[in-house]
């Protein structure tokens, strides 16, 4: 393979030739072998947006040439339209605060932008890395704002998966809205609800953990660019300073502000952690609606069947016609991911030291990471599970009737004491409470009836107290 021999201030090294990263890019490649992945194409698309204006201001600015700023313009733009992805070689994790993904960025663009005046490759003496495409910036300032802009790009996504599950839920809480229930509490029968109460409970859960992320990206909208180093705008012009949020603005398309504390915003990662953690609290409640929908369709036969979960593939490789419960599974494993992460981005936090934290590269890789986990789990659980849910409405109604649990509603009327009473004989006898209550004359059939009724349970025919497995086996089959 042909080369070029590239320097830097470590020394001479051989690049390959027709490479468009350089010398820094490629000890960076051979330094960091962490994970295995490359950074995201959104990350270099932003990062990519923020040399392009920086060209712009700075050439507004009367320090940058017009042939310069229109070659970096211009292999900026290449870089966001996907082109040189082969040349964005770098592991995510790095060592450096970014340093190596910044200068990795600044090479590929000067060598393009060399091209497009006529040079070579590896020369920079037309656009250099430094002097021209990293003018009046940092790696501490360049690599969080794209950071930042990179966590906008994905929640997009995100958020309109979620809208779609909470419309989704939604329309189940409609469809379920007269599936008469019992509910729960520690695992045991509590008191009766219908089953569109508790889809409608997880729309409302999952339209709080919507407005919390909203909440916290509006952080990611307030940027450190023009800090440069740390904080003190060295090496940047006063107009560059005034005008670079708002040719970012422009070119993202969003409102982009800049910090009021440079020093503050270039050393703090606490709105990364704000982000993080409304992820995990929405992971978290995902999964906990998860494992509702796993204990509701457990069966079919010996378990609460009261809903049916769509048929995904099979469930085992010994068992034949074992069915189990694929996509709240991976969900929950996706939110087992998010929470492990956001684990490692209150530690990377944490870890920062003086005027700038070294480890926001890992904390962009886990928030990433997590972003997209979550919304790809999201888009999951809708398309594949929410969607295709159906009710076994009568057995619902047998375990109702039949559960003891129904002896809450005649506690205004016989007292707490005879209620428990009823529901012990009920349960020892193996027979309802409906049928104790009339066996001892407590109260008139009508006024039973009544009562059950208001509280959510209608009697509609014979219960016995504990289904008989057959019968149920054969209505099932």
Do not use: W
Request: glycine fraction near 6%; proline fraction near 3%.
């Amino acid at each position: 393979m042909e080369t070029r021999m590239e320097a830097d201030s470590i020394g001479r090294m051989a690049v390959p030739a027709e490479a468009y990263y350089g010398v820094q890019s490629q000890r960076a490649q051979e330094n960091f072998q962490i994970t295995g992945n490359h950074m995201k194409p959104a990350f270099l698309r932003n990062l990519a947006l923020i040399k392009k204006a920086a060209a712009i201001v700075n050439a507004e600015a009367g320090l940058l040439s017009a042939d310069r700023k229109d070659a970096i313009v211009t292999a900026a733009q290449e870089v966001m339209d996907g082109k040189f992805e082969d040349a964005f070689l770098l592991d995510p994790v790095q060592g450096g605060a970014g340093t190596s993904a910044n200068m990795n960025m600044n090479e590929v663009i000067a060598n393009r932008a060399n091209e497009l005046l006529g040079g070579r490759k590896g020369a920079y003496d037309r656009v250099h890395p430094n002097d021209h495409v990293n003018m009046a910036q940092s790696t501490n300032d360049t690599i969080p704002t794209a950071g930042k802009l990179t966590v906008l790009t994905l929640s997009k996504p995100l958020l309109a998966e979620l809208d779609r599950l909470i419309d989704a839920l939604k329309e189940k809480a409609d469809e379920f809205s007269e599936v008469r229930k019992m509910g729960r509490t520690q695992l045991e029968d509590a008191v009766p609800m219908t089953l569109g109460e508790t889809f409608h409970g997880y729309t409302s859960m999952l339209e709080r953990c919507r407005g919390r992320i909203v909440k916290s990206l509006e952080e990611m909208h307030t940027v450190n660019i023009g800090a440069t180093a740390i904080g003190s705008c060295i090496n940047a012009s006063d107009y560059y300073e005034k005008h670079i949020a708002d040719r970012i603005s422009d070119l993202y398309g969003e409102k982009i502000t800049q910090a009021e504390d440079l020093f503050d915003a270039t050393e703090n990662l606490d709105s990364f952690v704000a982000v993080s953690g409304a992820l995990k609290a929405c992971a978290v409640s995902l999964s906990k609606m998860c494992n509702d929908l796993r204990l509701l369709s457990s069966g079919p036969r010996c378990g609460l069947h009261e809903i049916n979960l769509p048929a995904r593939q099979n469930g085992s490789s010994i068992m034949p016609g074992k069915v189990n419960p694929v996509i709240p599974e991976v969900v929950t494993q996706a939110a087992f991911l998010v929470a492990g992460h956001d684990t490692t981005i209150m530690m990377a936090a944490e870890a920062g030291q003086m005027e700038l934290n070294a480890f926001e590269p890992v904390t962009f890789y886990c928030l990433f990471e997590s972003t997209e986990a979550l919304t790809g789990a999201v888009k999951t659980l809708t398309d594949h599970c929410i969607t295709g849910i159906t009710a076994n409405a009568e057995h619902c109604r047998e375990l109702m009737e039949s559960s003891t649990g129904i002896a809450t509603a005649l506690c205004p009327v016989l007292g707490y004491q005879k209620s428990a009473e009823v529901a012990k004989r009920a349960l020892r006898e193996h027979t309802t409470v409906r049928s104790i209550v009339l066996a001892e004359g407590l109260m008139k059939e009508k006024d039973l009836d009544r009562l059950f009724a208001k509280n959510g349970v209608k009697h509609e025919g014979p219960v016995v107290a504990t289904v008989d497995r057959r019968k149920r086996a054969a209505r099932i089959a």
